[in-house]
């Protein structure tokens, strides 16, 4: 977990213009020298440096040629990079090329760099991050206090200029789209570099998503233009919760936003002691929670519908005659890893004050584990809330689905080994620690055992290279101290090692044309470094926070298409390396 922010008294903060940003390492970060630690293995302290010299290498190469250097240079850094040529990605549109430059998909890089620093006293990286931050607030933000960032906007580096979706509205009143989905920012450290912007945004994020807050419906998407921006008067709003979920809402409540909602309004409470973020930090949490179903337990990923006329129920609600079919009633395994981790992690942040976020995800993923969990498929399945299987049914017609034939799947269970063995170590429902066990089997892990130590047997070759993985090994270390645990969670370091890095780049794997340069590899791997030190709480939490950009590939283009799609899943011609990456 990342360091305990220094008291709100000895904060210095900015009054309606920034700070002088190059004085910042020295007045309002800790110092980088790391504090005093017990005696570590000098085996492990050999250990920890096979991770952190490729880690320096690494970084030291993102520093030298990540950064933005085109048009008017800055310390803010590209989004992605060819591999073989150290090119930056871009972004064709029409006769446009963009540089991406997107802090929200930077934010694994960020804590990855603060990290860095706190482990190793190399002051160079997190005055990286601090630079890169500090732009942003400098010339990146809009009128209301966001960002232009995230899912649908970013930064040409070769412009200055906010490019993204609707970037052909020319005549209509052309502004860009604010959206965060599961991105969880680096809040501490925007905190240390500038507190009033930092608050601001949160306040702003709240009050551009949020469409109507006596029943919390809110979009997905969030407008730059208004409101004015607000002050801690923004919580002062009724909230009604006694309002039935399942309404017909005038935007989409889906959790991986409203996941980053409740995470930043729980993150100014605990940097700025702001009681009313809090409150609506559960309010909204609790909106999901109403979503339950009273016989299993289960979960939407969103509490209200769009559409007058609801786009499951007409697509295939027939088929299921007795049950509450809507979107908003579906269980999607592949939407909630990260809203609860996400939680867990704040819950943890928050202390006594976020308990009930705890408990909230404790039941979730214990119902989940009930209901969803195929151990001979090893998945998760697809569901309606009252447990009616979706896995493998066919759509009876075309829809959003879908066209007709479309099949829900189910999802790899190994995907929530690092939600239970987090909630192992969070609480003691056995249930938690039997599906951690199951998960991390599913992984390629081996057996972890029984939670008394009994039954271990973990694969002396483990088939994951996956940062998810490795986190999960060293929370069950965390929890027992068992250093068969960490010794595994070094075995997948290694694979990691062998499989995703190459040309000083952490990449998707062999062969891959582009990689982000933020990536949760390098963090997992200081993150296993630091515990090898015995230094775990140096390092920024790990929440697998997700990045994208989706914008539109032409002016014609009906839809948009997604980043991950069209370039990060490109492989290379060994043999014939493009010296200019491309959007096809």
Known sequence: MPAESPPISSRRRASGRMLGFALLAATILPQCSPPPAPPVDPADADRAETYLDPLREHLDHLLAVARDHYGEPSPAFVD???????????????????????????????????????????????????????????????????????????????????????????????????ELKSCFPHYDLMWRVDPDITAQFIRSFWAAHIRDWSNLDFDRHGGVERPTPPGREVWDRPFDPAVPVFFQSQGRTFVQTGSDLYYAAGMLYHLDSDRGALTWAHHLASRYIATRDPSTGLRGYQYSNLETVDRAQEQFGDLFPNSHVSEAAIFDPNALTKPLLAQMSLSETLGKDGEQMRRWAIEDLLAIGRHAYDPAEGSMKSLLLDGSDLTGVKMPRDGYFGPAGTAFRSWPAED????????????????????????????????????DGTGVSLAPEPTSDAPAHLMALLELYRQTSRREYLDQACRVGDRILKNRYEHRLFTPGPGYRFTRISRHEPLALLHLAAALLGRPGDVPAFLDAHAYFACELKSTDPDYTFDHEVIYTQRRDATAPSARPHVP
């Open 80 to 178: 992605g990079l060819e591999i073989l040529t150290g090119e930056p990605v871009r972004w064709t549109y029409d006769s446009h090329t963009w540089i991406l430059s997107n802090l929200a998909n930077q934010q694994d890089l960020l804590r990855t760099l603060d990290g860095m620093t706190a482990v190793t006293g190399e002051p160079r990286y997190r005055q990286a991050a601090i630079d890169a931050v500090a732009h942003h607030f400098r010339q990146q933000r809009t009128g209301n206090g966001l960002f232009y960032w995230g899912g649908h906007t970013a930064i040409d580096a070769a412009t200055g200029e906010w490019v993204g979706r609707r970037f052909h509205w020319l005549g209509k009143r052309r502004s860009p789209i604010h």
């Open 416 to 451: 929530y080994f690092l939600c239970y063995a987090t909630a192992a170590r969070l609480d003691p429902d056995p249930l938690l620690w039997e599906m951690a066990r199951n998960t991390g089997r599913h992984a390629g892990i081996g057996d972890i055992g029984a939670r």
